[in-house]
């Protein structure tokens, strides 16, 4: 059993610099617990990343908490989970409250604008990296497209309730899958807001009823930040987005900034507290059903109909956030960031730094 003092310290030292979202958390995960230290094999590493993307909620947040459980057992996964997610948090609550100020800096607003301008395309890219490996393994290229349109339509169209169409694209595939099974099931069984209950819901909502990563949550937050409630403008919300990509952690503590709006400090680690939640009861009550989880059939005819439609959500939600562009030069920037990302493949970190410089230099 690993020391709860080297889980502390290592799990930490990724929360701390773990910048680039999930893709950069699971390349340090990685390199820590399988070809550092050994405590994992290749083969069972990849099996928990597969497992936790059968998940709703965070799946880098579930990874680093399912290796911390592994290594050192449930005050492991409690340590190391925490550890993971607390740095970014600290870090993106500070800038939240330097965004949010009544008055902040004109630095601070070129920053955000020139960073938030910049957000469509990393949307545009996150969707885009995640539809090559989900086309080769789909049953039905046919019904792969219809679940990835019908998230594409959903995300702008209806926003918060995209949540609602992965499901039923989920249940649509279970059942075109299981229906042999389900027609012999058949035939033999024949003869109700405060602000802190609404943060409570989204803190929910983003930690456990959200598949596809962080961007499929843009739209769930969007809705009741910006439109609901009016907690941010969609200025305000597009930097929110752009505070989670570039601090270290979770993209998911996005919800922190939408939180602090509503409610202060108190607000901010009340939503991250309800929709990180989740992820620790994935993975302490069922950590030693994953492999099971991750075999049965059921399960994986949901992700077949949820994962494409997730992709599309997610492509979706650039269209959200780049109607909230306001100012003419952040197209440019925009521009300049789909090149950055996708023919240049530069990182997310990087195109978001060169653009908030961007904006220092237009704004």
């Known amino acids: 059993m690993t020391p709860l003092a080297t889980v502390l310290r290592s799990w930490g030292r990724i929360g701390v610099l773990g910048f680039g979202g999930p893709p950069a958390h699971i390349r340090m995960l990685r390199e820590l617990t399988v070809e550092r230290e050994g405590w994992l094999e290749a083969d069972e590493f990849e099996d928990a990343v597969a497992t936790c993307n059968l998940l709703p909620g965070p799946s880098s947040t579930q990874l680093a908490i399912y290796t911390a459980w592994r290594v050192a057992g449930a005050r ?89 169409v992965l499901l039923a694209c989920g249940l649509v595939e279970l059942m075109v899958q299981q229906a042999p099974a389900m027609r012999a099931w058949w035939e033999r069984s024949r003869h109700g807001v405060a602000p802190p209950l609404a943060l409570l819901w989204l803190g929910f909502k983003v930690g456990a009823l959200s598949y596809g990563g962080g961007f499929v949550i843009i739209p769930l937050m969007q809705t009741d930040a910006v439109t609901r409630h009016g907690w941010l403008s969609g200025e305000q919300f597009l930097n929110a987005v752009a505070l989670g990509q570039i601090t270290p952690g979770p993209v998911t503590h996005t919800v922190a900034v939408v939180g602090y709006a509503a409610g202060g400090l108190g607000g901010a680690l009340l939503a991250d507290a309800v929709a990180f939640a989740p992820s620790f009861v994935f993975v302490l009550l069922g950590g030693r059903h994953f492999d099971r989880i991750r075999a049965w059939k059921p399960a994986r005819a949901v992700l077949d109909g949820a994962g494409p439609a997730a992709i599309g959500a997610i492509l979706g939600s650039a269209i959200v956030l780049g109607r909230a562009l306001e100012l003419h030069w952040q197209l440019g920037v925009l521009a300049g960031a789909f090149v950055l990302l996708l023919a240049l493949r530069r990182g997310v970190v990087t195109t978001l730094l060169l653009a908030a410089a961007a904006g220092l230099l237009l704004y």
Do not use: D, K, N, Q
């Open 76 to 164: 492991g996964a409690l340590v190391g989970g925490l550890a993971f997610i607390l740095p970014g948090l600290a870090i993106i609550v500070a800038l939240a409250a330097v965004f949010l100020s009544g008055e902040p800096p004109h630095w601070v607003l070129a920053l955000g604008a020139g960073a938030g301008a910049a957000v469509p395309a990393v949307a545009v890219a996150a969707g885009w990296s995640l539809a090559p490996s989900s086309w080769a393994r789909t049953v039905s290229r046919a019904r792969w497209v219809a679940y990835a349109l019908a998230g594409l339509a959903a995300t702008p169209l209806i926003g918060a309730w995209v949540v609602v």
